[in-house]
């Protein structure tokens, strides 16, 4: 595991002849190798790398604010238990911005609760109209119909196109 070791090329994650990629992304391409990943896209690996860099300083300055808590020292003093604490609490805070059942955070709602909601909320029929407010008619065939926003903002408009969301990425310093 040699920082100088050459790096995944765009279509493999094998170690290969290339740019030189810092010891991490050696590390997590070898990684992908152990569980039989021997191609991937050229982004995957930096992508990967700056996942676990954002999780890792998360967790330690939630466990630097953890040590500080209890007295010691943020940057020198951090226990096993501060890096424990801070793990627990950054998954409660994912689980629990997922969403909750009835207001309260980390609790899903069960089964028949969302049924029920459901079925209460099928119950109700859909507003139709004749009539829209700039005095045209939305009936097809002698029957009322569903209204629909303008064709540009309706999905279904012939102008509709998918946006693509990339979002950029920080470059990892080598």
């Given at each position: 595991m040699n920082p100088n070791q050459p790096a995944p090329s765009s279509q493999s994650a094998a170690p290969s002849t290339g740019p030189i990629l810092p010891k991490d992304a050696v590390v997590l391409s070898m990684m992908m190798q152990t569980l039989s990943i021997h191609e991937c896209e050229p982004q995957v690996i930096p992508l990967l790398l700056e996942y676990s860099y954002?999780?890792?300083?998360?967790t330690l300055i939630a466990a630097s604010s953890f040590a500080e808590h209890c007295g010691r020292s943020p940057l020198t003093e951090i226990s096993l238990h501060d890096i424990r604490y801070a793990i627990q609490s950054l998954a409660s805070r994912i689980s629990s911005?997922?969403?909750?059942?009835?207001g309260?955070?980390?609790?899903?709602?069960?089964?028949?609760?969302?049924?029920e909601l459901a079925t209460r909320k099928n119950a109700e029929p859909f507003p139709m109209s004749t009539q829209l407010s700039d005095g045209s008619s939305n009936s097809?065939?002698?029957r009322?119909?569903?209204?629909?926003?303008?064709?540009?903002?309706?999905?279904?408009?012939?102008?509709?196109h998918p946006m693509s969301v990339n979002p950029p990425l920080h470059h990892i310093n080598k």
């Open positions: 954002r999780h890792i300083t998360d911005s997922s969403g909750g059942a009835c309260v955070p980390g609790i899903r709602p069960s089964r028949e609760l969302l049924l097809i065939a002698g009322t119909a569903l209204r629909l926003p303008p064709d540009e903002l309706c999905l279904l408009g012939q102008q509709s």
